[in-house]
């Protein structure tokens, strides 16, 4: 580390001008990044449930439907709501990138006469209804149909529906806005809401901008005034706050590069590298103002302070980037396996600017007075009291540190088993957002958003066939979560009823092809079948309910498929219970899988720069309590796990050991000055401890900005990483040495203390 400092400050204006040079690139790409708010992009496409789900998407439009959900002032059939659903329909099929419109007013309807049956238009566009009379009518006729109510409009006939087909040819995001400003224009005093996908990614981008124009300013602001607050220096603050700005404009940059866009967790990555990566600057800052004391020397100063600090520094940081890049592997939805990346390689080039830009950047400032403790600001003052205080307890008594310690670990460790895992992700959003009150809407007035879709094969005109798909549309309509199925059966029921053979299907392939050709060509229809009539799909939409459930559904179902599957008809299940169902089988084994690789890595990491086992065994005490004492906080508060929950071990494990690791870099110094294991921890405890409080405090309320986030996982993430910084900062400065002083561990071998002791000489 002495020739790399050397070097860094020897050669410090090329260092400065590399470095500038970059960011002004990487600066320059960041005009171009984008934001991927599609939610089926973030789950794996190689998932067979995933696949179906997509397919069936593009088949049967499911995916490229905008919804208009309509609240009337008391009830939809009005002769003026009537009028404005009929205006609205009409307009949106002018909008360009709609395929066409389905509503209340120009539906298929099969209406039973004296001759048989009459297919027509639900309500004659000609002829709206002028009167009460006729409204209460129509009313009275909708509701008694099931292929209306519930699908429509709501039992209560407060709402109704007005569905939009988009084009795949269009933007989604453009035509979303266009149906949103042209409902706005009417002025209608009905209230209007927007369901559907498309209208989903357009909530969700609003979000993720909301985030980045809200968060990352916050999270400077709070950095600044707490740097300010600890060193009483401008230059304390801007240093390390350029040095992560760098670092984050270069990593956000190369997203842009590589045409990674932000997801509502990748708009955290800001976040995450200002709260994390300040740490370095932090360290290297104070290291400079400790050791930089005199003007003439100050190049041979710099370099010895850089080489003093930068091997601590360089070991937290590969650690840190170790424990992103753990859970990147095997990771279920690719939006986890991308902030993994972009977060390692932030953190990454974070470490780089703080071994090379940062130290070249001090080494050009003037000395830097440090205050006396009588001036008037009386730096680290209550800070070094406390420090000394603290170290003469954890050599005084060791042991009793370490009892309480372990008692309050297995207090909770009790917490553990109620560990529970969360992964709707309509929840994930605040109760008040429009993406929430939309979907609750659809759940509590029209059964239910989260599709279930079975795909039907063989020959759909068969009764057989025909007569399978209704007993799997009877079954999930028997599902207290689910209120009503569909399929292509439902028409052919109501037109035998018409033709006076009863609600019943068609008993013969003829009648069947004969009703068929009746509605061909009606978009509802197409929704349900396809062309050559050899595949189909049976549709249902699920209520929000808990994980457990999704999963014994999706099971349920499947059993069923399994039964009814033949050699002339085959049965497959997709739908979000399914994704949910896969996704709730890999957090848990994400989880373990991050935690192990990232404890591996970072194990291994910490033998080859320190160089020895015992160091990096004890140094690893701290952040195993941590990780017990954060999940157990988990279980007890009943925080989930979910999409960004799943992080803290990675970060708990990567950032959490750096404590430790500076504590023990500092020790080690002093053991090989030829200090006793007692003035070793005292001084370590009062020096290191120094830096390692002011970050535990800076990262603690960087992460806490994520409390105004507009994902709630994102607001758990932020306190659960307070919380663990907490605890891994207090086990580095308390647990760690009470260890070592316990058993007087010295943590270097008798020859390399002559060998320091000779070179000092």
């Known amino acids: 580390m002495k020739s790399f400092s050397k070097f860094v400050i020897k050669y410090r204006a090329l260092v400065i001008t ?18 991927n708010a599609d939610i089926t992009t973030y789950l794996p496409a190689n998932d067979s449930v995933v696949a179906r789900y997509n397919e069936i998407g593009r088949n049967y439009s499911s995916n490229l439907m905008g919804i208009i959900i309509v609240k009337a002032q008391n009830e939809v059939f009005s002769v003026e709501t009537i009028r404005h659903i009929n205006e609205l329909t009409n307009s949106a099929k002018q909008i360009q990138g709609i395929e066409y419109v389905i509503s209340l007013t120009n539906v298929l309807d099969i209406k039973k006469t004296e001759d048989g049956f009459e297919i027509g238009r639900l309500i004659d566009e000609s002829k709206l209804p002028a009167t009460r009379e006729e409204c209460t009518k129509i009313k009275e006729y909708v509701l008694s149909k099931p292929l209306y109510k519930g699908h429509l409009v709501s039992s209560d006939s407060r709402y109704t529906v007005i569905i939009c087909k988009f084009s795949p040819d269009f933007d989604k995001n ?21 369901e559907g996908l498309p209208y989903q990614l357009l909530s969700i981008m609003d979000f993720v901008k909301k985030d980045l124009l809200l968060l990352t300013p916050l999270i400077i602001l709070m950095l600044s005034l707490i740097l300010f607050a600890s060193f009483r220096s401008f230059r304390g603050v801007l240093v390390p706050v350029i040095g992560v700005g760098m670092g984050v404009i270069w990593s956000m940059g190369l997203m842009s590069i590589f045409d990674i866009r932000l997801s509502p967790i990748s708009d955290a990555i800001p976040v995450v590298l200002f709260s994390v990566g300040c740490a370095y600057g932090i360290h290297v800052y104070n290291r400079f103002r400790m050791v930089v ?40 939805l690719t939006i986890i396996f991308e902030f993994g990346v972009f977060a390692a390689l932030g953190v990454l080039f974070i470490l780089i600017l703080s071994i090379t830009f940062i130290p070249a950047l001090l080494s050009y ?9 009588n001036a008037r600001y009386k730096i680290y003052h209550p800070l070094d009291t406390f420090l000394t205080k603290l170290a003469d307890i954890i050599i005084t008594h060791p042991r009793k540190i370490l009892v309480v310690s372990s008692i309050f670990l297995l207090l909770m460790a009790a917490g553990i088993p109620f560990l529970k895992n969360k992964i709707d992700i309509l929840n994930y959003f605040r109760p008040h957002t429009d993406i929430r009150i939309s979907a609750s809407i659809m759940n509590n007035e029209f059964g239910g958003s989260l599709p279930i879709m079975v795909r039907v094969r063989g020959d759909i005109q068969d009764p057989a066939t025909l007569t399978k798909m209704k007993k799997v549309k009877d079954y999930l309509e028997k599902q207290p979560e689910i209120r009503k199925a569909s399929y292509v059966g439902d028409f052919l029921e109501e037109m035998n009823d018409c033709m006076g053979e009863g609600k019943c299907l068609p008993d013969t392939r003829e009648k069947v092809s004969n009703l068929l050709f009746l509605i061909e060509g009606d978009e509802m229809l197409k929704q349900m079948i396809n062309a050559d009539k050899t595949e189909a799909i049976i549709q249902a939409y699920m209520r929000n309910v808990e994980t457990k459930r999704y999963k014994e559904l999706f099971s349920s179902v499947n059993n069923l498929l399994s039964e009814l599957n033949s050699p002339e008809v085959s049965f497959t299940q997709t739908g979000m219970p399914g994704i949910y169902s896969n996704f709730d089988d890999s957090l848990m084994k994400n989880l373990l899988q991050s935690l192990i690789l990232a404890l591996v890595l970072i194990f291994i990491c910490m033998v080859v720069l320190l160089r020895s086992l ?6 690893m005490i701290p952040l195993l309590f941590t990780i017990i004492i954060i999940f157990g906080f988990m279980g007890i508060t009943g925080i989930a796990l979910d999409i960004c929950t799943i992080l803290i071990a990675s970060i708990t494990v990567g950032a959490g050991i750096d404590y430790a690791i500076h504590f023990i870099t500092e020790y080690k110094h002093h053991i090989l000055q030829g200090k006793s294991v007692e003035d070793a921890i005292a001084f370590a405890v009062r020096i290191s401890g120094k830096p390692i409080c002011i970050n535990v405090i800076t990262v603690m309320l960087g992460f806490l900005v994520l409390i105004f986030a507009n994902l709630i996982p994102l607001l758990n993430f932020g306190i659960l990483i307070a919380i663990t910084m907490f605890f891994s900062g207090l086990g580095a400065i308390t647990i760690l040495p ?12 008798e020859s390399d203390i002559r060998i320091t002791r000779i070179e000092n000489k």
């Open 738 to 749: 009470a260890v070592i002083s316990l058993f007087k561990l010295k943590l270097v071998k």
């Open 365 to 373: 400032f003037p000395v830097e007075k440090i205050h006396k403790p």
């Open 614 to 619: 015992r160091s990096s065994f004890v140094g």
């Open 174 to 194: 453009q035509v979303s806005k266009n149906i949103k400003d042209m409902v706005a224009s009417k002025n209608f005093p009905e209230k209007f809401y927007f």
């Open 18 to 35: 590399v470095c500038l040079m970059i960011t002004a690139v990487m600066a320059f790409f960041l005009k171009d990044i984008k934001i």
């Open 293 to 332: 004391r005199t003007p003439e020397d100050k190049m041979k100063q710099s370099a010895e302070a850089l080489s003093r600090i930068g091997t601590a520094v360089l070991l937290s940081g590969i650690t840190t980037v170790m424990g992103f890049l753990s859970f990147i592997f095997g990771a279920y």
